[in-house]
């Protein structure tokens, strides 16, 4: 999401060149070689390419699609691996749907935790991650963070994680401070963007310093992910984030 007039190998090189830890979305038309050349460490990418966790219908198609991925992050190194509470097309509901059901959470509950069991065989954890539904994702049921933390502690195992979006979290929620409080036994990772607008840190109205205050507070030692445009020049935008976690909060790691 930085860098973006760039090809997209240069665009790994150049984060790796800043300090940062790589993460990717759909791995499967990326030049795995040329990714692993840059010499970049990868630390997160999309975990399934079809189903939906939550329809029993389709929930084998995402544990069967997750299996066919695993070879690629285990070559490229990668620990999370980042699936959704339904199926996403170009960043949009394959299927829309508007009210959830109880089925629907019973069949989440032990599609994640059939990844779990997935991921404990191969050395990775899966991370489901929340969404926002009022702008970028309507139509994905369940997608609210208390929602996918409920279906994570649901499944229980120690391999099927929260990846905790602030900005989804932030569009649909707030609260973040607790909420990143509550959440804290179940993270996998955690994503930033600001608000409006899914950029950097500073550029909206999150206050992420006391947001990494929390963090440092409560213990965190994991993953910050920046999961967000730059507003302008891309290293400016890193620095940026950079700055907003690692001064509070030292142990942290902070990757894009």
Known sequence: MVFTDLP????????????????????????????????????????????????PDTADEVVRTAETLIPTALELGVSR???????????????????????????????????????????????????????????????????????VQAAGHPNARLMLDLYHAQMGEGNLVELVRTALPYLGEIQVADVPGRCEPGTGE????????????????GTVGMEAWASGDSYAALEAFRAAFTVPAPNMRVEV
Not at 206 to 220: P, S, T
């Open 206 to 221: 999150i206050n992420y310093a006391a947001v990494a205050r929390a963090l440092a507070d409560a213990g965190y030692e």
């Open 8 to 55: 997209f190998t240069e665009r790994v090189r150049r984060l790796h060149e800043a300090g940062f830890d790589v993460e990717l979305w759909d791995s499967r038309p990326k030049d795995i070689g040329a990714l692993k050349a840059t010499g970049a460490v990868f630390s997160s990418m999309t975990g399934y390419s079809s189903g939906s966790l939550v329809d």
């Open 81 to 151: 691996l980042v699936v959704h509470p339904a199926e996403l097309v170009d960043g949009h509901a394959a299927r829309p749907v508007y009210r959830s059901s109880g089925h629907m959470w019973a069949t989440g509950a032990r599609t994640l935790e059939r990844l779990g069991k997935l991921g404990e065989k191969h050395g990775v954890t899966f991370c489901l991650e929340n969404l926002n539904t009022i702008r970028d994702h309507p139509g994905i049921p369940l997608a609210r963070a208390k929602d996918t933390l409920a279906l």
